[in-house]
Structure formats: C-alpha cells, structure tokens
C-alpha cells in the first residue's frame, strides 16, 4: 500500500496508539525518591539558584552599574585596589572606559549563569530520567 505522505493524518493514530495513558517522558522505573531522583531534585535547586544569581546580578548591574554599587568592581575597594595595582578613583580617572567593560563583562557572566540554570533544569527534569531508563522520549 502506497502512503500519500503529504497526509499526516496516520502519524496522529499511530502516535495516539504509542502514548495513550502513557508519561513519554518518564518511563515507569524512575522514582523522584531514587538516589538518581534525589540527584535529578538537587541539580534542579541548583539551575534556580544559578537563574536567580544570574537575574539578579543583571538587575543590579543595569540599575547601578558596575563599580557604583559598593563602590568596588568585584569584592572591596581594598581586593580590587590590590588587583589592580591603584586606587579605583585613579583608575577612573586614567582609563574612563574601564567601568563600562567591567559593567558588559558583568553582563555576560550573568547572562551565562542564566543560561546555565536553564540548560541544566532542562537536562536534569526532562532528559536525565528519560535517558536513564534506555527511552528516548519519542514514541517508536
């Protein structure tokens, strides 16, 4: 029998008949209270806690710039004045751009934090109990 393939109404009734009364994503041998399960629950409090970080340090930075919130680049005035070597009023003063590099910078490392709370939620909810139980999370 010759399949008209522009007619994708077969695939719904096959799809229907693979995954009624079924979860596709999580077969019936994960447990949320396996160690794999406590496993999965702790690197998803981690993806929050990395997003908010993440969030948050964008907040921060968009409202007071780096540099203009405790009046230091990264920890004090006194590690960064160690860092680089001079006071960060002098810095400043010699090299104005600098704020704003550190303020980009600061930018991306949090964009990247959220980016990875993201990803790693994603891996850790959907993909590491589907994966684990040898199924793909398509229906076949």
Known sequence: MERNYADLSHLRIVLRQHTFGKNVFMKPGFSWTSPLGISSALFIAM???YFLIGVLGIIITARYGSGNFSGSYFLSRHADEKFFGKPIAQINRETPHFGKYITMMMFAFCSFMVAMGILQFGVARYALPVATNGHSGIPS
Do not use: G, H, T
């Open 47 to 49: 993806a929050v806690i």
